[in-house]
Nanobody, 115 residues
Framework: QVQLVESGGGLVQPGGSLRLSCTASKNIFWGYTAAWYRQAPGRQRELAAAMTVEGNTNYTNSVKGRFTISRDNAKNTVFLQMNSLKPEDTAIYYC?????????WGQGTQVTVSS
């Protein structure tokens, strides 16, 4: 069983930045798409950003230009740099690693944007 451990969440003021990290317990990143999902209170979980093994990225419209996903396959880690944070970015952020029907989820890390 693979475990994904996230870190880097917290409370930040609007306009601030946070960097999330997610590290896998096993060497699985080669061949897997890595992604960050988020779920705000009362809302469905949504994709925030994803990156394929080849480095192709996909962002939801509301974070384009503000969030950057990156990965270090050798260290089995995926990052999410979040800049110019807004109150509407407040959510639990989940790390996701997937290949076909094989999907692993992290436990989530809380991001709160508030003054």
């Amino acid at each position: 069983q693979v475990q994904l451990v996230e870190s880097g969440g917290g409370l930040v003021q609007p306009g601030g930045s946070l960097r999330l990290s997610c590290t896998a317990s096993k060497n699985i990143f080669w061949g897997y798409t890595a992604a960050w999902y988020r779920q705000a209170p009362g809302r469905q979980r949504e994709l925030a950003a994803a990156m394929t093994v080849e480095g192709n990225t996909n962002y939801t419209n509301s974070v384009k230009g503000r969030f950057t996903i990156s990965r270090d396959n050798a260290k089995n880690t995926v990052f999410l740099q979040m800049n110019s944070l807004k109150p509407e970015d407040t959510a639990i952020y989940y790390c996701n690693v997937a290949r076909g029907i094989i999907i692993f989820w992290g436990q989530g890390t809380q991001v709160t944007v508030s003054s």
